[in-house]
T-cell receptor
Framework: DVKVTQSSRYLVKRTGEKVFLECVQDMDHENMFWYRQDPGLGLRLIYFSYDVKMKEKGDIPEGYSVSREKKERFSLILESASTNQTSMYLC????????????????FGQGTRLTVV | GQNIDQPTEMTATEGAIVQINCTYQTSGFNGLFWYQQHAGEAPTFLSYNVLDGLEEKGRFSSFLSRSKGYSYLLLKELQMKDSASYLCAAYTGFQKLVFGTGTRLLVSP
């Protein structure tokens, strides 16, 4: 079974803190993604990576950064957490490289519910 | 721009058939995904349509019309466990998905 594991299910952080959300996948997938999910807005792409040390901005990258030092691990960083970053964060991976035609199934982690107070 | 529309909520009765519609307008389109998400859980893959037409997979079927920018997910013989959110997502290329806001389906006895 493909497994995408996020380090925490629930996190509470204070405004201004630096926050790290970690994600690990065990299927050797090239692509990894970070989404946030908010009621009425659906899943929105923050950043994605199609290879080690490669990253691309998604639709809402402001206030976030990412790191992919190893193929299996993709980290989302909130440099200075704010209350409007309170959300459910979902990591996903998929097995196809950028540039190849056709979509592939994305496998999602269980999500991290982050509350910034 | 990117726009994916699907109903917010639907209700149905156990054993019935329900159709969840999705319309999309995206810059670039290479296929349409449907995911199921139970409350508090990760989304899981249901189907992927690239070509026009109906694809059947057990109790679930998915339809795509590229010319109309339209897809639907058909669920037959509804069961209580089908109560979940159903997410429509357009694949716009380079492994990027644009998601709709999801349709919450409530199945009652």
């Amino acid at each position: 079974d493909v497994k995408v594991t996020q380090s925490s299910r629930y996190l509470v952080k204070r405004t201004g803190e630096k926050v790290f959300l970690e994600c690990v996948q065990d299927m050797d997938h090239e692509n990894m993604f970070w989404y946030r999910q908010d009621p009425g807005l659906g899943l929105r792409l923050i950043y994605f990576s199609y290879d080690v040390k490669m990253k691309e901005k998604g639709d809402i990258p402001e206030g976030y950064s990412v790191s992919r030092e190893k193929k299996e691990r993709f980290s989302l960083i909130l440099e200075s957490a704010s209350t409007n970053q309170t959300s459910m964060y979902l990591c996903a991976s998929s097995p196809r490289k950028v540039g190849e035609t056709g979509g592939t199934e994305a496998f999602f982690g269980q999500g991290t519910r982050l509350t910034v107070v | 721009g990117q726009n994916i529309d699907q109903p917010t909520e639907m209700t149905a009765t156990e054993g019935a058939i329900v159709q969840i519609n999705c319309t999309y307008q995206t810059s670039g389109f290479n296929g349409l995904f449907w995911y199921q998400q139970h409350a508090g859980e990760a989304p899981t893959f249901l189907s992927y349509n690239v070509l026009d037409g109906l694809e059947e997979k057990g109790r679930f079927s998915s339809f795509l019309s590229r010319s109309k920018g339209y897809s639907y997910l058909l669920l037959k013989e509804l069961q209580m466990k089908d109560s979940a959110s159903y997410l429509c997502a357009a694949y716009t290329g380079f492994q990027k998905l644009v998601f709709g806001t999801g349709t919450r389906l409530l199945v009652s006895p």
